[in-house]
């Protein structure tokens, strides 16, 4: 063959690539869908970090692992339609993972990147921890951490995907998550407990308990730091799954009406029944939450996924603290998504960035109907935004929030124990002058925090007022039964799938097929129920005891 003839032929070949190249950020037309990639707020930026994104065009392989970090600027106000996002390059070393845990030193200005499962099979090496450090204008670079010389550090700890994690202060806990041949050279499973990582001493522990479920594995949990409570604050850990087979009998979803939260510095477990509609039993939820001008504590869920059900979620439900109630917000036009994260930002806005939405299709083939991935949420209106807005004025509960406590909400509270209620009886900044039984000199000192922003998953905390709550509470008239002011109506239904037809639709002229752990989503159920009793949705009924032959069964590790 002469050049000539070489050269049309290459031209030839090179064509189809150069009709459309893939991006870590495509145009906002082009934009379908970002997944299962996790955020940290430091400083004005919002980070964004990990996952696969997938774009316009009849690609045999949608979603692409992403390349670069991206971070947003939350010092001026955007639209997600046009907001600029920066990409910062990763390091062609650093294996492109999804899934895996962050965490965040506000001290330093710097986020982790622990675990994960490596994006497309790619081979996963001994254990890495891959810091961060940002540069105070939206950019930063990536170094390896090294293991040490401590008594025990990352080297220890198994790796793990889909794990719930939150950063305090002084330290970053992870919560179960599973690992496989795509986490770790010597995979484990299921992994039960927790580990942390204390940031000042840098020394890294284990500990297996999880009272969340019967074997103390979770899956798919979110973790949420609240610093307003009790002598060190709590990690409150919501939703999620247990040793999840599909046809394991022991299949066990975190139900939500039973929070289970944990001192991070005496590493106590609590646990509190709620009041209000809880959510339904699910994962890949994201969660976050702010403290309100009157002091309490309200943590959000949106969307997350059932897998037992088929069903991706758009509910947003809302856990106020220390009333542990539940409530949802009326006639939200909400999208489904799975496999996003959130965050609390510029005061009382939750931004959810990313997810996937399996009702319809395979997740990743439909353009997400928020641009660019990003969704505002306003907190105090209790309604989505068209824009993320800088001035936005500090986080006040919702009228109907507040008034559960002016109707004496407090006082109907049945506490789980005294330890319980003592620890919600006092708000942090509160309790200065009070003897605590806990461990007094391991109390963090709340001036200490006063500069640094707020950490990864707890948002901007507004002008904090010293009113106590009990003495909101006990001002008010009590005895008002105002719970069917929270109790709103499911008002989101289940959608009949045609997923098995559609998928056989959608295997594409390559013959393409996800692989099993593709997305961490099952392939296309047939036969299963189309509809649910509503009462599912608002949890009236047990959420953990979903029947297993719900589940397809055809791939155990379709989890992964
Ligand atoms: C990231 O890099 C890999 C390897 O070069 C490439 O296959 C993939 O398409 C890139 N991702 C995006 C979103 O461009
Ligand atoms: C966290 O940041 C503080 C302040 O810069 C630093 O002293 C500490 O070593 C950091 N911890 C880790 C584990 O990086
Ligand atoms: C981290 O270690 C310091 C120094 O020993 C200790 O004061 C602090 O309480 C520890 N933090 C956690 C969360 O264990
Ligand atoms: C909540 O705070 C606002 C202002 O911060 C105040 O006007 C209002 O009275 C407070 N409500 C209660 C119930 O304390």
């Known amino acids: 063959m002469d050049v000539f ?22 145009n906002v037309d082009d934009f379908m869908r970002r997944g299962s990639s996790r955020i940290s707020v430091i400083g004005d930026y919002i980070y964004f970090e990990g996952g696969e994104v997938s774009q316009g065009t009849a690609n045999y392989r949608m979603n692409d692992p992403v390349n670069s970090t991206l971070s947003i600027d939350l010092s001026r106000s955007w639209r997600p339609s046009d907001v600029e996002i920066q990409e910062i390059p990763k390091p062609r070393e650093m294996i492109r993972m999804t899934k895996q ?34 540069d105070g204008e939206g950019g930063g670079s990536w170094s390896l951490e090294s293991a040490g010389s401590r008594s025990s550090s990352f080297v220890d700890i198994e790796r793990t995907h889909s794990a719930a994690y939150a950063s305090t202060p002084d330290a970053g806990f992870v919560f179960g998550g599973q690992s496989t041949t795509l986490t770790s050279l ?15 001493t840098g020394e890294w522990n284990v500990d297996s308990s999880g009272p969340y479920t019967d074997d103390g594995t979770l899956y798919g949990g979110t973790a949420t730091y609240v610093p307003t409570f009790g002598p060190n604050g709590i990690i409150v850990v919501l939703g999620g799954v247990n040793n999840f087979e599909a046809e394991a009998s022991d299949t066990e979803y975190v139900d939500f009406r039973t929070v289970h939260f944990i001192d991070p ?71 489904p998504r799975s496999e996003h994260t959130c965050a609390v930002v510029g005061n009382r806005q939750l931004l959810s960035w990313g997810g996937l939405d ?34 936005a004025r500090p986080y006040e509960a919702h009228q109907r929030i507040r008034s559960w406590y002016d109707d004496g909400g407090m006082d109907n509270v049945q506490w789980s124990s005294s330890d319980v209620e003592q620890l919600f009886a006092v708000r942090q900044e509160d309790n200065g002058n009070q003897d605590n039984q806990d461990n007094p000199d391991d109390r963090q000192d709340g001036g200490d925090n006063q500069g640094n922003p707020p950490p990864d998953n707890s948002g901007g905390s507004g002008e904090s007022s010293s009113v106590p709550v009990g003495a909101i509470a006990g001002g008010a008239v009590g005895g008002v039964v105002v719970l069917a002011l929270l109790a709103f109506g499911v008002w989101f239904f289940l959608r009949r799938r045609r997923r098995a037809q559609q998928q056989q639709q959608q295997q ?12 961490g989503h099952p392939e296309a159920e047939a036969g299963k129920p189309s509809e649910l009793p509503a009462a599912h949705a608002i949890s009236e009924l047990p959420a953990n005891t979903y029947p297993v032959e719900l589940g397809d069964g055809s791939d155990g590790r379709r989890w992964a």
């Open 186 to 200: 010597e995979p484990r499973g299921y992994v039960a407990g927790y580990s942390y990582w204390n940031l000042t």
């Open 508 to 519: 594409g002229p390559q013959g393409y097929k996800p692989p099993p752990y593709y997305s």
């Open 101 to 134: 845990s962050i965490i965040t030193n506000t001290s330093s200005g710097s986020f982790y990147s622990w675990g994960g499962h490596s994006s497309w099979f790619a081979d996963i090496e001994a254990p890495v921890l891959w810091r961060f450090d940002t």
């Open 358 to 391: 399996f009702n319809d299709d395979d997740g990743w083939r439909s353009h997400d109907p928020f641009p660019q991935g990003l969704g505002i949420f306003d907190m105090s209106a209790l309604e989505w935004s068209n824009e993320y807005d800088a001035e």
């Open 5 to 26: 003839w070489a050269r049309v032929v290459l031209v030839l070949l090179a064509a189809p690539s150069a009709v459309f190249s893939q991006r870590d950020v495509p």
């Open 265 to 335: 510095v005496t590493r106590r477990w609590y646990s509190q029944p709620t009041t209000g509609g809880a959510p339904s039993a699910r994962h890949y939820h994201c969660a976050a939450g702010a403290e309100s001008t009157n002091g309490t504590f309200e943590i959000f869920i949106y969307g997350g996924a059932n897998r037992l059900l088929d069903t991706d979620y758009r509910d947003i439900y809302v856990l106020s603290l220390p009333g542990f109630v539940w409530s949802q917000p009326a006639n939200i036009n909400s999208v």
